[in-house]
């Protein structure tokens, strides 16, 4: 049986994202930095909704309460939940036993502003979790999705530019905790997005770039994210209104 519903998804990504513009360097970034740091810093938000959804026990029992969903950043979307057993026949509802595999789809959009800096997000997932039969520890998420992101900035001078992102991402075998685990951080696998960047008046001017990130997960609250080859340190227990990155952006 598969059902719809219009949920609000947990975790603290919105506010991770909106101080994103407002950090600056000691010495101004060249052209190329500027547009891998957005796609890393947009790699970094979609990361943390990631570990917050897989993580979460949204497939498998009750959606937040009014109490906790009044607390969250709003994440509106709709999603199709559809059971299995080990065998593949479809069930009318989870059962903590005797589930295998849940597939579900999964439409998630927001809009985030503050002071200068806008992001307007849009993800469409389609997934899959296996390893439930039982009293399973861990939970294994592969799939795919795609997604666009708006992002706009206006400089202290008033110059204002835009980056315009769109891609597909693919999960390769997430291998999270069971939630109320001790530490919830995803063990092991990897998340690679496929970016085409527009850039509308960036610091060389308007421009088109394909980028590559791969994020991978080790069981520490810290994800590496390579991006075109240069690495950066996705900190998974960032707090809403915090830079997500540890480290400089490497090279």
């Known amino acids: 049986m598969r059902t719809m519903k219009r ?3 947990a975790g603290a990504v919105t506010g991770v994202v909106v101080t994103l513009g407002g950090c600056k360097d000691a010495v101004a970034p060249s052209a190329d930095d500027t547009l ?7 790699a970094a938000d979609a990361t943390l909704e990631d570990v917050a959804l897989a993580t979460s026990p949204f497939g498998f029992g009750a959606l937040p309460t009014p109490a906790q969903a009044s607390t969250l950043a709003t994440r509106i979307g709709t999603r199709s939940v ?6 593949g026949n479809v069930q009318s509802a989870y ?3 005797t589930t295998a595999s849940i597939h579900f789809t999964l ?9 200068t800096w806008s992001a307007s997000v849009a993800r469409s997932r389609d997934m899959t979790v296996s390893g439930l039969e039982g009293h399973e520890t861990t939970r294994t998420f592969n799939g795919s999705g795609t997604e666009t992101v708006s992002r706009s900035r206006t400089a202290s001078d ?4 835009s980056y315009d992102m769109a891609g597909t991402f693919t999960y390769e ?16 696998g990897t998340i690679t997005r496929h970016m085409t960047v527009n850039v509308v008046n960036g610091p060389n001017g308007d421009r088109t770039r394909d980028v590559t990130v791969v994020v991978t997960f080790d069981g520490t609250s810290t994800a590496t994210a390579t991006v075109n080859g240069r690495t950066i340190q996705i900190d998974l227990t960032t707090r809403p209104g915090r830079f997500p990155f540890r480290g400089a952006f490497g090279r």
């Open 107 to 115: 439409d998630v959009s927001r809009q985030v502003t503050r002071d």
């Open 173 to 188: 075998d997430v291998i999270v905790p069971v939630p109320g685990s001790e530490s919830p951080w995803p063990l092991s």
């Open 158 to 161: 008033g110059t204002a530019s």
């Open 7 to 9: 949920w609000v998804l």
């Open 36 to 42: 891998l740091t957005n796609v890393a810093a947009v």
């Open 82 to 87: 559809t059971f299995y057993d080990a065998d």
């Open 95 to 97: 059962d903590s036993l």
